[in-house]
Structures are given as C-alpha cells and as structure tokens.
C-alpha cells in the first residue's frame, strides 16, 4: 500500500500494543503490511519497541496470540 501523509501520522500517533494488536492478528494479506506502508509500520514498531523494550514485552503478553 502506498505511504500517505496521513497514513504515516496515523502509525506514528499509535502507541506499540495497538500497532502490535493490528500486527499480530490482521487478516493474511492485509495491504497495510504491503509494500511502503507495511514497510514504514514495520520500521515504527521496531523503533518503538527499541525505545521501551521491557514495556514491548508487557505489550506482548496482554495482547497474546488469541484474538
């Protein structure tokens, strides 16, 4: 999917349990996690998850893997 202005300010304003949550059970091919905008979500998730490491993995676990 292509990378909008919008699109990116709208990766940027969510915090890494929500970004995590969409990740973690989006339908297969979603096209968000396609091409430059799964790009840049992959890039922001990893930014924010390197910024509070331990409060990822807290993420982690109350997302789960069970919808």
């Known amino acids: 999917m292509k ?6 300010a709208d ?5 890494y349990e929500t970004l995590l949550r969409k990740w973690r059970f989006a339908q297969v ?4 996690f396609q091409g430059e905008s799964g790009e840049y979500y992959a890039e922001a998730m ?3 998850k390197a ?12 997302v789960g893997w069970e919808k």
């Not at 990766?11 to 915090?15: E, Y």
């Not at 091919?29 to 968000?32: L, P, S």
């Not at 910024?51 to 109350?62: F, L």
């Open 29 to 32: 091919g979603d096209q968000m």
């Open 46 to 48: 990893a930014k924010k």
């Open 3 to 8: 990378l909008t202005p919008e699109l990116k």
């Open 51 to 62: 910024e509070d490491p331990e409060g990822a993995v807290r993420a982690s676990k109350r």
């Open 11 to 15: 990766i940027d304003a969510q915090d």
